[in-house]
């Protein structure tokens, strides 16, 4: 079974471009994070999505970053106008979350964005 | 927001020692998951865990949700063990994770 994939796995902009970072869930899991980890700090929350839907958004910055989950492909979070502080490490994790309350996360390898 | 505290934040033990992890959590939880994290950044899932003990080779977790805290422990060290260890909760309305941050294991040859 093929686990969480990212891409790419490392990304270098330039202050001002624009960033997308791809998300290909476990199979069988609907339900997709995003969290981003600082250098040197633990992993922060970032917005939960389903499948044509942002559920909770409540730890993306309100400007320059969005997120989308469409029905087709990949989960794909993006940054616009890149700057210096963006640079981190963003994990996509995915679950299936069971009916019976199972949530366990999954986490792909990441994307590592260094802005220059 | 809830509160996950993780100690020691460093340990350093020689190849062959044993040690114990602790998470403390500031309020009840619907799920709690340990990872590792290796020296190239990957999260590795050790254990899911909201509460009882599990084991898994030479790694064992133990969570007491009513006293909100859990362990992990880590028997006969290995060089391969060293990396972060990482304590996360699951106790919003959106079941998000919230992480601790981190022990930092160095295990010596």
């Known amino acids: 079974n093929a686990g969480v994939m990212q891409n790419p796995r490392h990304l270098v902009r330039r202050r001002g471009q624009e960033a997308r970072l791809r998300c290909s869930p476990m199979k069988g899991h609907s339900h997709v994070y995003w969290y981003r980890q600082l250098p040197e700090e633990g992993l922060k929350f970032m917005v939960y999505l389903q499948k044509e839907n942002i559920i909770d958004e409540s730890g993306m910055p309100k400007e320059r970053f969005s997120a989308e989950f469409p029905k087709e492909g990949p989960s794909i979070l993006r940054i616009q106008q890149v700057v210096r502080g963006d640079s981190a490490a963003y994990f996509c994790a995915s679950s299936q979350r069971t009916s019976g309350g199972n949530n366990e996360q999954f986490f792909g390898p990441g994307t590592r964005l260094t802005v220059l | 927001g809830i509160q996950v505290e993780q100690s020691p934040p460093d340990l350093i033990l020689q190849e062959g020692a044993n040690s114990t992890l602790r998470c403390n959590f500031s309020d009840s939880v619907n799920n709690l998951q340990w990872f590792h994290q290796n020296p190239w950044g990957q999260l590795i899932n050790l254990f899911y865990?909201?509460?009882g003990t599990k084991q898994n080779g030479r790694l064992s977790a133990t969570t007491v949700a009513t006293e909100r805290y859990s362990l992990l422990y880590i028997s006969s060290s290995q060089t391969t063990d060293s990396g972060v260890y990482f304590c996360?909760?699951?106790?919003?309305?959106?079941?998000?994770?919230?992480f601790g941050s981190g022990t930092q294991l160095t295990v010596l040859p």
């Open positions: 865990i909201p509460s």
């Open positions: 996360a909760v699951d106790s919003g309305s959106a079941r998000q994770l919230t």
